[in-house]
């Protein structure tokens, strides 16, 4: 069964970084379309970093775009989120997503096209 288990958040001052990450073990994660999500308080989740099945497009909003950058290490079955020049507009519940998929060229934005979740990281950016 598919679990991804999310480990790296904290307290952070501005514009500090970051690197949160999620294993799933045991899983060719390489097949699945993942992304990062993050949700505060009173808010909606919103989608910070996408990256497609196969890495054909790895996609960011302009809220984090040039300061996050997703990635994923194919042996380790473990995706990552480096977050570097942090705000504390960006302080949040982070959560990993994936979906299996076969479309390297289709970005999955919406938070309900994901099938398997971590179970969320705090991320305080905060002097």
Same mark, same amino acid.
């Given at each position: 069964?598919? %679990?991804?288990?999310?480990? !790296? #958040? $904290?307290?952070?001052?501005? $514009? $500090?970084?970051?690197?949160?990450?999620c294993a799933a073990p !045991?899983?060719?994660? #390489? *097949?699945?379309?993942?992304?990062?999500?993050?949700?505060?308080? !009173? =808010?909606?989740?919103? #989608?910070?970093?996408?990256?497609?099945?196969? @890495? !054909?497009?790895?996609?960011?909003? /302009?809220s984090v775009k040039g300061?996050?950058?997703?990635?994923?290490?194919?042996? =380790?079955?473990?995706?990552?989120?480096?977050?570097?020049?942090? =705000?504390? /507009?960006?302080?949040?519940?982070?959560?990993?997503?994936a979906k299996r998929s076969? *479309?390297?060229?289709?970005?999955?934005?919406?938070?309900? @096209?994901?099938?398997?979740? $971590? %179970? #969320?990281?705090?991320?305080?950016?905060?002097?």
């Amino acid at each position: 069964q598919f %679990q991804f288990v999310a480990s !790296g #958040g $904290g307290l952070v001052q501005p $514009g $500090g970084s970051l690197t949160l990450s999620c294993a799933a073990p !045991g899983f060719t994660l #390489g *097949n699945y379309a993942i992304a990062w999500f993050r949700q505060a308080p !009173g =808010k909606e989740r919103e #989608g910070v970093a996408y990256m497609t099945t196969s @890495d !054909g497009i790895i996609y960011y909003p /302009e809220s984090v775009k040039g300061r996050f950058t997703i990635s994923r290490h194919h042996a =380790k079955s473990t995706v990552y989120l480096q977050m570097n020049s942090l =705000k504390p /507009e960006d302080t949040a519940v982070y959560y990993c997503a994936a979906k299996r998929s076969n *479309n390297p060229t289709k970005v999955l934005y919406y938070a309900e @096209d994901y099938e398997y979740w $971590g %179970q #969320g990281t705090q991320v305080t950016v905060s002097s």
